[in-house]
């Protein structure tokens, strides 16, 4: 029998405290430890959520035999590092977005999961997403066609992660808050890849030079990155022969939805979403001419509780300030999640149970988590080729590939109707 997951959690933040009970009540984890450069954040979460124990540092925690995997949830421009480190320690890995913040650490970290045989795993929440699904479903069965266009973003105005910064980097947060908006790309990119599983060849991206925050965005010294850029675009030549549009937007009015599909047209019907509305297109052709069909898909795409009060006065209002925002859709497949997680609160459009029970189940069957490290690899490359394309004005750049996973390795399916059989 395959031993359970004796999980060791870095980074105590305000992410981490919506996954820490989804460990401690999966089937398959027996065990989680708590780590946190200021202890202090590590204890309350020991007193607030639980844990088995809290170690001192990474590496001590690394060195343990107590944990035989570890989630990363450290600022963004750490988890590379910490990754290859756990990997080399022989610890499976789940990692918060992004994977990595440089290619080199992305190439090593699929040549170690190669290597290793280890079980590795992006926590991305953009392909549990409604739209994500609802798309993925309908270009799986030939529906859709080819696709020809895509276009899809990550809204998040910068205002609502001052404090996150703050209390992380104190005094030096702004050095961390200007971290390239395509550093971070995972959450559209993986809403339209995860559905045509094309890889993109090429990219040429523009970045809009910050006018609000010039001691936050700037190409000297004002962050870490050397990054003017708030809010950055790119358009992405598909291996389908597709075009892909990605736009990351850090200083834009707009609250939610945060990370959506606007567009996925293929050439025998298309998905449109604007705000609350989702819509989907079919093409009837006939002999002298076209028919369109339209069919409104918004009740199976919003969450739940959303459609329950839509007839409100004060609907749309309460919707784009998020009031329903976290809730699951009818479209998430949610009887296929672990009893244990009944109840549990779940974030980001139902989404969080999904990742942490993809990384139990590749775990403990042997099979690749659906953001494995050669998935996850495409999911993120294109961004940081569209930062430097963005850099030089937006040069046209080939982007590399780290290949297709190994032929003899299974992928979860992330739509599957039920979970995986495991003893």
Known sequence: MKEKIRIGFVG???????????????????????????????????????????FDTYEEMLASDEVNAIAIFSQRNQHGEMAIAALKAGKHVYSAVPMATSIEEIKEIVRLVGETGLTYSMGETGIY????????????????????????????????????????????????????????????????????????????????????????????????????????????????????????????????PETYITCFNGHKASYESSLMQHSYITMEPLPDRRVCHYEDVADLLNPIELT????????????????????????????????????????????????????????????????????????NIPGLTAHESALQGGAAIDIYDCGDPPAHLEVLDEDREENEAWV
């Open 12 to 54: 105590c933040g305000q992410f981490a405290r919506h996954f820490v009970p989804l460990f401690k009540a999966h089937p398959a984890c027996e065990y989680v430890a708590l780590c946190d450069k200021f202890r202090d954040r590590a204890e309350k979460f020991m007193e607030k959520y639980g844990a088995d124990k809290i």
């Open 129 to 256: 997403r409604p739209a994500a699904i609802f798309c993925r479903q309908k270009y799986k069965s030939g529906e859709m066609g080819d696709l020809v266009y895509a276009e899809a973003q990550y809204n998040h105005d910068m205002r609502g992660l001052y404090r996150i910064f703050q209390n992380t980097e104190g005094d030096l947060w702004k050095k961390m808050a200007g971290i390239p908006p395509f550093y971070y790309p995972t959450h559209s990119t993986s809403m339209v890849l995860s559905a045509t599983k094309a890889r993109a060849l090429k990219v040429c991206a523009f970045g809009y030079e910050d006018k609000v925050d010039p001691d936050i965005f700037g190409r000297e010294d004002q962050n870490w990155f050397g990054n003017p850029f708030s809010n950055s675009s790119m358009l992405l030549k598909m291996s389908d022969g597709s075009i892909v549009r990605i736009s990351e937007n850090r200083r834009i009015a707009w609250m939610v």
């Open 308 to 379: 329950a009060h839509k007839d409100d006065p004060d609907f749309m209002e309460k919707a784009i300030n998020g009031a329903w925002s976290e809730a699951e859709a009818p479209i998430q497949r949610s009887n296929r999640l672990p009893k244990e997680f009944e109840g549990i609160h779940t974030g980001h459009a139902g989404t969080h149970k999904f990742m942490v029970d993809d990384f139990c189940q590749a775990y403990m069957t042997g099979k690749l988590s659906p953001t494995n490290a050669w998935q996850a690899a495409r999911y």
